[in-house]
């Protein structure tokens, strides 16, 4: 596609739910990057994939988050046991890679409500 | 970690006015961007510009890579304008993730 997708747009779960968001990057962009943002704030980096694996996952805030990239391309980022604490919207971007070719480009986000 | 600083925080402007936002950064950095993000959440890229200076349009920045810091210039401001700009930057020992300013936010009025 054009650009970044993601998907759903907007999900609302109860307290204790496991939930799955999915990035879509634009086709031929080996880099993935998961950001948080929470209102009134700037996008927080959570994980970054270069290809299928994880290259930097400092970000994630605890263990109940978890994102893979199985083929190289899709993205999910896992939840579990959701917390009130988690509503926020999340960021997909991606990129060509690092150095020169690093500029990153967003997805539109998902809204996460945890009642 | 490296530290972003925009200024100002809030910025209200008459329709056809200019005005400059300022991105201060603690660290070197290897990559600067600035985004529009648009009242519906969008982040809009404006110019990926880690040195030097680029103009589009009604907008052009100017990065001074030595002295920490980035300029924004939007000229003849329109109402489209409006929202929340953020200066985003890459620690050049940071790994390939954006560290986020704090954004100003913009209004343009009629």
């Known amino acids: 596609g054009a650009g970044v997708s993601q998907t759903p747009s907007n999900k609302v779960t109860e307290k204790g739910k496991y939930v799955e968001l999915r990035c879509d990057p634009i086709s031929g962009h080996t880099a993935l990057y998961w950001y948080r943002q929470s209102l009134g704030q700037g996008p927080e980096f959570l994980i970054y994939?270069?290809?299928?694996?994880?290259?930097?996952d400092s970000g994630l805030p605890n263990d109940r988050f978890f994102a893979v990239r199985p083929e190289g391309s899709v993205s999910t980022l896992k939840i579990q046991r959701t917390e009130r604490g988690d509503s926020a919207v999340y960021l997909c971007a991606s990129s060509h890679g690092a150095g020169l070719y690093n500029e990153q480009f967003f997805g539109p986000g998902t809204r996460l409500t945890v009642l | 970690g490296i530290q972003v600083e925009q200024s100002p925080p809030d910025l209200i402007l008459q329709e056809g006015a200019n005005s400059t936002l300022r991105c201060n950064f603690s660290?070197?950095?290897?990559?600067l961007q600035w985004f529009h993000q648009n009242p519906w959440g969008q982040l809009i890229n404006l110019f990926y510009i880690p040195s030097g200076t680029k103009q589009n349009g009604r907008l052009s920045a100017t990065t001074v890579a030595t002295e920490r810091y980035s300029l924004l210039y939007i000229s003849s401001s329109q109402t489209t304008d409006s929202g929340v700009y953020f200066c985003?930057?890459?620690?050049?020992?940071?790994?390939?993730?954006?560290?986020f300013g704090t954004g100003t936010q913009l209004k343009v009025e009629l």
């Open positions: 985003a930057v890459v620690s050049a020992g940071g790994g390939n993730k954006l560290t």
């Open positions: 660290d070197s950095v290897n990559n």
């Open positions: 994939f270069q290809g299928t694996g994880a290259a930097d």
